[in-house]
């Protein structure tokens, strides 16, 4: 991920320059989207429209198109954001049953795993940081929870992705600063690879507690409370259980940046209801649990009781481009963890409600009137801002109100189908590896001949207005 930080440098993008052409574009829509909490039919149908708005910004699957992949312009996605939107979309199957997406899905889970089965493809690694590769692996765990369509066999399957990813990871253990914890960066010649944030650190901890659950071995158990444990001695989750964004190696970790996100919160959560379901139901692992929803309340607005709002960006309007997709992985994280805790249920229920209401409302946007904003707390009215974030936030607050008859996480004890490998990804990835070779022309050419040809959406969202 690259957004500004106060500790390292990092490229900083504002909301998109369009919003005013797109306020003006939404002011003759006087309705969001209908959403009725009570029908599980209306909530399906919220979920079908916001998911077809946010699909019309990828042409991954379109011929000369590169699957897996968001489009750089007008506005830069990077690419830990596309693997994060592709795991809203398997939500989308679970939580409707619509199987729409999963061709596009799988083709793009695939497509992008690299030559080594490990999410470390070469397009992509001479940028790729630990946290940008897990958004991906934690996608594959998630098609292995939920049963999602398996790929043929001659492909990398989604238990053994998510293996990959955790084991090349766990090779990048670091001990030699801060006491141990994963950088940010995978590569020393990237900015930000003094930094050990608790993004990359959490996804670790949420891959490790999830493997443990699913396969029953120890191993990984024993990462999760290793890892849950630096975090807590470092600093970036105090006693209070808020969870901060990081600390420099160059000073030994002892000062923190203590910004809190959304999905720093989010991941954490998910990892300790694995924990807590893993351990059946330690009273140690309930406490730090409670503790971490307690400690989302930040993260809903005061005065908007219960509705969800970007603490740390949208009050002074400046989310960039990766912030404004945080939201939707604290929601998504939020309704699992009802799944693996269910005394969280109540507590949880109650917040993605009254968003999911709050959400819908604004999505009054684009040329269709369903373009989704930032922000929730503004009583309905569309903020004129638009994007992937945007929908992918409004997409999955609202598809998690349908996780009360949702079923739970599966393991290989409890019906999950999908193949492991405990060895995939241990060649590693050494921090001082040669710089990849960057994409080609004919590698673009390549991924158009064999990607399947058609045109699923017609981009028209209000960004294409501007031009």
Same mark, same amino acid.
């Given at each position: 991920m690259r957004f500004l930080h106060s500790l390292s440098p990092r490229g900083f993008s504002q909301l998109w320059t369009g919003a005013a052409i797109c306020s003006l574009v939404s002011s003759t829509v006087a309705q969001g989207i209908p959403l009725d909490l009570e029908s599980p039919d209306s909530i399906k149908a919220a979920a079908k429209t916001v998911a077809h708005e946010m699909m019309s910004y990828y042409n991954g699957n379109e011929t000369g198109g590169i699957p897996g992949l968001l489009p750089e312009a007008p506005v830069r996605y990077f690419w830990w954001e596309a693997g994060a939107m592709f795991g809203s979309l398997l939500d989308y199957y679970y939580y409707t049953g619509n199987s729409e997406y999963n061709e596009v899905t799988t083709?793009?889970?695939?497509?992008?795993?690299? &030559? +080594? +089965?490990? $999410?470390?493809? &070469? +397009?992509?690694?001479?940028n790729e940081g630990n946290d940008d590769q897990a958004f991906w692996g934690m996608a594959a765990m998630t098609a292995a929870e939920q049963n999602f369509p398996n790929p043929p066999a001659d492909k990398p399957q989604w238990l053994a992705l998510a293996q990959a990813v955790f084991n090349s990871q766990a090779l990048r253990?670091?001990?030699t600063t801060c006491g141990g914890g994963l950088r940010w960066q995978i590569f020393s010649f990237n900015n930000g690879y003094d930094y050990k944030n608790s993004i990359s650190n959490g996804c670790f901890f949420n891959l490790a507690a999830r493997l443990a659950t699913y396969t029953g071995n120890k191993t990984y158990s024993d990462w999760a409370e290793k890892s849950w444990q630096w975090v807590n001695a470092i600093g970036l989750m105090d006693p209070e259980y808020r969870v901060f964004d990081g600390s420099d190696d160059?000073?030994?970790?002892?000062?923190?940046?203590?910004?809190?996100? !959304? $999905?720093?919160?989010?991941?954490?959560?998910?990892g300790a209801a694995s924990m807590y379901n893993n351990?059946?139901? !330690? &009273?140690?692992?309930?406490?730090?649990l409670q503790g971490l929803l307690d400690a989302t309340e930040v993260f809903f607005h005061p005065e908007v009781r219960d509705v969800m709002f970007e603490v740390a960006c949208e009050p002074n309007g400046k989310c960039n481009t990766d912030q404004l997709s945080f939201k939707a992985y604290l929601a998504r994280w939020m309704a699992a963890t009802t799944k693996l805790a269910p005394f969280t249920y109540d507590f949880v229920q109650k917040k993605l409600r009254a968003s999911a209401a709050a959400a819908a409302a604004q999505c009054s946007g684009g040329t269709r009137g369903t373009s989704c904003g930032t922000l929730w707390t503004n009583n309905g009215v569309y903020d004129g801002t638009y994007g992937v974030g945007q929908q992918m936030s409004a997409l999955e607050v609202i598809q998690s109100n349908l996780i009360k008859d949702a079923k739970g996480p599966l393991s290989i004890v409890t019906g999950g189908t999908s193949k492991g490998d405990p060895s995939a990804g241990t060649g590693g990835t050494s921090p001082m590896g040669p710089l990849p070779t960057p994409v080609t022309t004919r590698d673009r050419v390549g991924a158009g001949i064999i990607t399947t040809i058609f045109i699923v959406f017609v981009l028209g969202s209000c960004v294409w207005m501007m031009f």
């Open positions: 083709q793009a889970l695939l497509f992008q795993t690299g &030559p +080594n +089965n490990d $999410y470390m493809p &070469p +397009n992509q690694t001479k253990w670091d001990d160059t000073i030994n970790c002892t000062r923190l940046n203590h910004i809190q996100w !959304s $999905y720093n919160a989010g991941v954490f959560l998910l351990t059946n139901g !330690s &009273p140690i692992w309930r406490d730090r």
